[in-house]
């Protein structure tokens, strides 16, 4: 494998809008998205929008569907959600590569972390300009580069953009599926670690929301009469947090009791919330089951349960797919001078779910940076560029058949 001339011209392309690629994210990232901030998703959107029109692509907005959420008093309610930006090229090529992102961010509208700015070592710190508006960035400008490449007829891309990935993608969940199946490599753009290594196996992931109903009544006066919601929802978490330990690298985080009120009155309603983490698909199997003997029965005379929620995003391997779409990458990267190391991680993403409906994806080909989801959030500038030449670079390769995406769409075929 070697750099063709006509994949250096490609190259050069990102070499060129450098600056561009770096001021759009920032651009972005000073638009506050987060999950649920309905008009800020749609004024990121519309920004994307813009920008994908200069890509020669069909574009399109895809309605999402409503998904359940439950409140802390134990209401449940159907959830909208924003569009999804779809942008397709060659939908009738032999070969198919799936570009994902998320617009979305972990930032709500009312947070204090809002604007991008330059820390005294030079690094970018603000919210998304990681995870993953960087990301899209990188994207956008690799696929504006690989469209200069004279073998660009020979692969077909489409970009999916969904508006809920920090939040399970509850909503994009079936259009990713329906893109993974159909797809022969897929190309996701969380962010590097800051030294430029990229996730490698990843573990599933399960989010439950537990409604504990009970009775209420006068603490002083009729306190057996009642049925404590918030007691019986704390002896279900405790059992629920001892099931950590019990199986290899799965875990239970109880993340947050909410419910009750007034201290006289015995507390009638609760829910509890919690996360699991699992490395493998029978680990899955034996912790729903588990969950499931937990919340089978009350804890005590007087309460009900209803467990909403589940397994939203099944493990990722290292399967053989996935080894040699990672060996490509790394040759990839070593003709860039780009050393590719990869590590487990406990995160999840959408690659988890593009995997799971066969596809081979490398999923943090973003940016590299650090400490997101959190207001000390960064990237640096110089990895914008370096991340879209990579990209590029791998979109050269699968058109020239160097990256065989046939055969590491058949190699994931047979392991599912």
Known sequence: MRIHPQDQAVLDHVGRAETAIIDRAVRWSQVNSGSRNAHGLNVVLDLLEAEAGTLCADIARIPTTASTTVDDDGSVRAEAHADALKITARPDAPIQVVL??????????????????????????????????????????ALEA????PDRDRVGWTVLLSPDEEIGSPASAPLLAQLGAAGHVGLTYEPALADGTLAGARKGSGNYHLIVTGKAAHAGRAFHEGANAVAGAAIIAAALHGLNGRREGVTVNVARISGGG????????????????????????????????IVASPPFPGLTLDLHGGMTRAPKPMDASQTALFEAVRRTGALLGQPIAWTPSGGVCEGNNLHAAGLPNIDT???????????????????????????ALILCKIASGEIDAVALKRLRLETM
């Open 100 to 141: 994902t992102g998320h617009y979305d961010t972990v930032f709500p509208a009312e947070s204090g972390f809002q604007t991008v700015v330059t820390r005294p070592d030079g690094a970018l710190n603000g919210p998304g300009i990681a995870d993953m508006k960087g990301g899209i960035s990188v994207m956008l400008a």
């Open 146 to 149: 690989f469209e200069t490449h």
């Open 262 to 293: 007034a201290l006289n009155v015995v507390a009638d309603n609760a829910v509890v919330r919690f996360n699991v983490r699992v490395p493998d698909t029978q680990s899955a199997a034996w912790i729903t089951d588990s969950v499931g003997e």
């Open 365 to 391: 080909l973003g940016v590299r940076g650090g400490d997101i989801h959190s207001d000390r959030e960064f990237a640096w500038p110089d990895s914008f560029a370096e991340r879209a030449r990579l990209s």
